[in-house]
């Protein structure tokens, strides 16, 4: 079988077609996997969340992919940066070191910056800390859903890690107080509204522009305000003993948001992630 051909260093900007861009960001863009030792030598895996390289060894994502109030970081924790290219071949970057080291943890932006050297010259997003103009084409990549599925000898293998992407527009650029259930408020963030639901596994991937490739944020989650509740009645069948056939039914509107590059760009900078 003939190799995958991988590109190296800086994606490039010129502008082109959605899918040429999506095949780009595809090897920036990595799965978060925490290796978890267990006292039987072996480990468990849990895939986390989604992430991208903004240089050849400095890797982000959420803070709450790594160490969240649900599942956090725990001493002994190890992670690995998982791709998959084609199905049949990716990139692994070990995360070793541990807090302080090559995790860097940033609470209040829900960010974590990750150090890798795993792979020399590996392909990165360039990125733009610009306004986002309301309305602009925008992209997002990412492994939602992922599985860490094992061969019969027991090793990993990139069936349950499928790389997805989305393509929209920006419907909204604001600031805001952000408060989500089980993670850390965030305040005045500057946040983008993007038409498409982000699902659990695409926290912490790239927000791109669509025409260039250039990271303008990163995922976040949605938000759903409740718009409207009201007393509904159930005929289609006879409730349990006890129960009464009336309930609440509420409507939301539900909004996906990313936290744009330009709160961050100075953690960036101290990386030496540069424009």
Not at 4 to 13: A, E, N
Not at 80 to 96: A, F, K, P, S, T
Not at 117 to 125: E, G, P, Y
Request: proline share 6%.
């Amino acid at each position: 079988m003939a190799k995958i051909w991988v590109p190296t260093g800086r994606v490039p900007t010129k502008p082109r077609s959605f899918s040429s861009v999506a095949s780009d960001v595809r090897h920036t863009v990595f799965s978060v996997q925490r290796f978890r030792p267990r006292q039987d030598g072996l480990f468990d895996i849990t895939p986390l969340g989604s992430g991208f390289f903004v240089s050849s060894e400095v890797f982000i994502t959420c803070r709450h992919v790594i160490d969240g109030h649900i599942l956090p970081h725990q001493a002994g924790d190890t992670y690995r940066l998982v791709n998959n290219l084609d199905g049949m071949h990716g990139i692994i970057h070990e995360v070793n070191g541990g807090v302080g080291k090559d995790i860097h943890l940033y609470p209040d932006d829900d960010l974590v910056i990750l150090l890798s050297t795993s792979v020399k010259n590996q392909a990165f997003l360039p990125v733009s800390y610009a306004d986002i103009p309301i309305g602009a084409s925008i992209g997002v990549a990412g492994y939602p859903l992922a599985q860490a599925n094992v061969d019969q000898n027991k090793n990993l293998t990139l069936s349950g890690v499928i790389y997805r992407v989305s393509q929209g527009v920006a419907n909204a650029v604001y600031r805001t107080d952000l408060n989500f259930k089980n993670d850390t408020p965030l305040k005045d963030a500057s946040v983008v509204e993007v038409n498409f639901l982000f699902v659990p596994g695409n926290s912490g991937g790239p927000i791109f522009d669509a025409e260039t490739g250039r990271a303008l944020a990163y995922v976040k989650g949605f938000r759903y305000p409740k718009i409207i509740e009201g007393e509904e009645t159930c005929n289609l069948i006879t409730p349990p003993a006890g129960m009464q056939p009336n309930y609440l039914s509420a409507i939301y509107a539900v909004y996906s948001v990313g936290l744009t590059l330009d709160r961050v760009r100075a953690h960036l900078e101290t990386f030496g992630v540069t424009l």
